[in-house]
């Protein structure tokens, strides 16, 4: 099994950056790929940012340019940085792990509230 737990998140005025973060523990040569979601109030889950297999990073057009989606082997950790951060980014932040079985892990959440 593998375990995620994030942190990071908070509040922070518009036009600010913020880094979060998510680390693995457990059967973590398991997963495949990981990702970040994030959930607006009242709006479904969306996928802001990715890293697959190979490393290369992906990014909902929405956040390309102000995200960036990186993570340290030796730490078993993922981050995602954000700048120039807007009220629209608010939401709770999921970290997401995508095993070689096919099936997802998901973090707890962290929230973010981006103020104007």
């Known amino acids: 099994q593998v375990q995620l737990v994030e942190s990071g998140g908070g509040l922070v005025q518009a036009g600010g950056s913020l880094r979060l973060s998510c680390t693995a523990s457990g059967n973590v040569f398991s997963i495949n790929t990981m990702g970040w979601y994030r959930q607006a109030p009242g709006k479904q889950r969306e996928l802001v940012a990715q890293?697959?297999?190979?490393?290369?990073?992906s990014y909902v057009d929405s956040v390309k340019g102000r995200f960036t989606i990186f993570r340290e082997n030796a730490k078993n950790t993922m981050y995602l940085q954000m700048n120039s951060l807007k009220p629209e980014d608010t939401g709770t932040y999921y970290c997401?792990?995508?095993?070689?079985?096919?099936?997802?892990?998901w973090g707890q959440g962290t929230q973010l509230t981006v103020s104007s």
């Open positions: 890293l697959a297999s190979s490393g290369s990073p």
């Open positions: 997401a792990a995508f095993l070689i079985r096919g099936t997802t892990t």
